[in-house]
């Protein structure tokens, strides 16, 4: 099956440093990628489509300053962070749209990051 | 999206057939139901969806009412890898943006 990884898989940093997370669709192509954050006992929560070659559009509520995402091949999308706060320390996800006309997507296995 | 509702736990003893109900009263005629399921602290895995045929592969089947206001997902011999997260989801079917909104989800314990 069709394969999207994640890197790193978990990072701690400092408070106002950034991250970047990286994720990657390993055996397909995917012009559209999705990012996800989730904290601890809820559920995912949509933050960003991912296009690429074309801005991301951000869901209500979502700082698109704060969470910079680059979709600068059909393979790779980055979601970085920037000047990070302990509220931003969350598990994020990225899914990979394979470009089928459905909603069957294709996760990444997530990345835990912890702003101290 | 059309809401979707769905209990909030539920427990299967192992072996046996696991069977998670789904209600979306309001999903429009060309709306399909998809289901996901997250083991804990991973990302989510695509299970199956449909649209009003009830459906069946490797993981799962899926029955849809007839009125389509619900569905139920089954998992004939549920084991213990099978605990998760299993959400319900009936995304925009016209606009086609690819968006999965999660909602809270059924939380199953697969018991030994």
């Known amino acids: 099956g069709a394969v999207v990884s994640q890197h790193p898989s978990w990072v701690i940093c400092k408070s106002g440093t950034s991250v970047k997370i990286e994720c990657r669709s390993l055996?397909?192509?995917?012009?559209?990628m999705f990012w996800y954050r989730q904290f601890p006992k809820q559920s995912l929560m949509l933050m960003a489509t991912s296009n690429e070659g074309s801005k991301a559009t951000y869901e209500q509520g979502v700082e698109k300053d704060k969470f910079l995402i680059n979709h600068a091949s059909l393979t790779l999308s980055t979601l970085t962070v920037t000047s990070a706060h302990p509220e931003d320390s969350s598990f994020y996800i990225c899914?990979?749209?394979?470009?089928?006309?459905?909603?069957?997507?294709?996760f990444g296995p997530g990345t835990r990051l912890t702003v101290t | 999206d059309a809401k979707t509702t769905q209990p909030t736990s539920m427990d299967c003893a192992e072996g046996r057939a696991a069977n998670l109900p789904c209600n979306h009263s309001?999903?429009?005629?060309?709306?399909?139901v998809y289901w996901y399921r997250q083991i804990h602290s991973q990302g989510p895995q695509y299970i199956i969806h449909?649209?009003?045929n009830n459906e069946t592969n490797e993981m799962a089947s899926l029955i849809i009412t007839e009125d389509r206001k619900s569905s139920t997902l089954i998992l004939p011999h549920a084991t213990l890898r099978d605990t998760a997260v299993y959400y319900c989801i009936v995304p925009y079917g016209s606009s086609n943006t690819g968006k999965l909104i999660f909602g809270q989800g059924t939380t199953l314990q697969v018991k030994p």
């Open positions: 449909g649209l009003k």
């Open positions: 309001t999903i429009s005629g060309n709306e399909y």
């Open positions: 055996d397909f192509q995917a012009t559209t």
């Open positions: 899914s990979a749209d394979p470009g089928s006309a459905s909603y069957e997507q294709y």
